[in-house]
């Protein structure tokens, strides 16, 4: 079992940065990978963001690649998002979830999710 809670966002204005955290308890295997993903009003959960717990290989959806950088803190248990250049279309719920699958964009492949975070980027 994983648990995760998650922290950082909030309400900010366009052109901001904002730093996700992510902390994770419970047995996190070597063979694991984080990943966050976010649901505006009205829509699905997108993938936006993973990265493999070992060796630290990285994946990012189109809409944020060059802005949010993934990270993690084995010694820690922790990951995060950095996310500069915040845009409008970035106002979702965060989630934060632990799978099997490196870099998958499905949430099927994810078994343990955070609780959400709310980020707000206002024009």
């Known amino acids: 079992q994983v648990q995760l809670v998650g922290s950082g966002g909030g309400l900010v204005q366009t052109g901001a940065s904002l730093r996700l955290s992510c902390a994770a308890s419970g047995r996190i295997l070597d063979s694991h990978s984080m990943a966050w993903f976010r649901q505006a009003a009205g829509e699905e959960r997108n993938f936006v963001s993973a990265?493999?717990?070992?060796?630290?290989?990285?994946w990012y959806a189109d809409s944020v690649k060059g802005r949010f950088t993934i990270s993690r803190d084995r010694a820690q248990n922790m990951l995060y998002l950095q996310m500069n250049n915040l845009k409008p279309d970035d106002t979702a719920v965060y989630y934060c979830a632990v799978g099997w699958i490196p870099g998958s964009k499905e949430t099927r492949f994810y078994d343990y999710w955070g609780q959400g975070i709310q980020v707000t980027v206002a024009t």
């Open positions: 990265i493999t717990w070992v060796g630290g290989t990285e």
